[in-house]
């Protein structure tokens, strides 16, 4: 089913700065399944680009080869129906070459949201940010690789996305399930 609505919505996978189970600043390694099904996930909810952030280039060359399969090569022709999700996908070094490329698209700076599995205080609503992406202007939806972005990351965001709940205490989604969740929360065709 296509819908008339697309949102002016940029992921981005942040692999640095994140944080891991100690709490200690350090960069993550890409997984060619959170590169895939993001990448489709962001398709089928009409995002504009999906950033692949990290400033290591071995993790960069690796994302390339993951995704140039799917884009150019073999791949694109056996599944073309991936290739239209993969070439959402952007590799920079960091958010900040990632707001430079989507303020060349001419729109101006996105807002930036960042996503937390804890509580923040003066969290914005899944559906209050779904309203405003009805204003049209950019916005920068940011998920943490590991246990999550890096303080710093968290603090410099325009503003911080509510925290998916289930009904356990248990929270550790996957980056790529939480990605999904989200997406349906703010797109879904009868929530828009």
Known sequence: METSYRPNLHLALVHYP????????????????????????GKT????????????KDQQILAERLTAHWKAGAGAAYNPVRREALELIHIRNSISEAVAHIRSMGEGD???????????QGSLSHARFR???????????????AWGLSPEVIAG????????????????????????IILDRLLRPEMV
């Not at 944080?19 to 990448?39: C, E, F, Q, R, V």
């Not at 909810?45 to 290591?56: A, D, E, H």
């Not at 204003?135 to 998920?143: A, V």
Request: proline share 6%.
């Open 18 to 41: 994140v944080i891991n189970k100690n709490g200690d600043i350090i960069p993550s390694a890409i997984t060619g399944l959170d590169l895939h099904d993001m990448a489709r996930a």
């Open 45 to 56: 909810y009409g995002v504009r680009s999906f950033y692949v952030l990290t400033p290591l």
């Open 110 to 120: 996105p807002k930036t949201l960042v996503t937390c599995a804890r509580d923040h």
């Open 131 to 145: 309203d405003m992406l009805k204003n049209g202007l950019p916005y920068l939806l940011m998920f943490g690789t």
């Open 157 to 180: 965001a325009d503003y911080i996305l509510e925290p998916i709940k289930g009904n356990t205490e248990y929270n550790h989604l996957s980056v790529r399930s939480a990605a999904s």
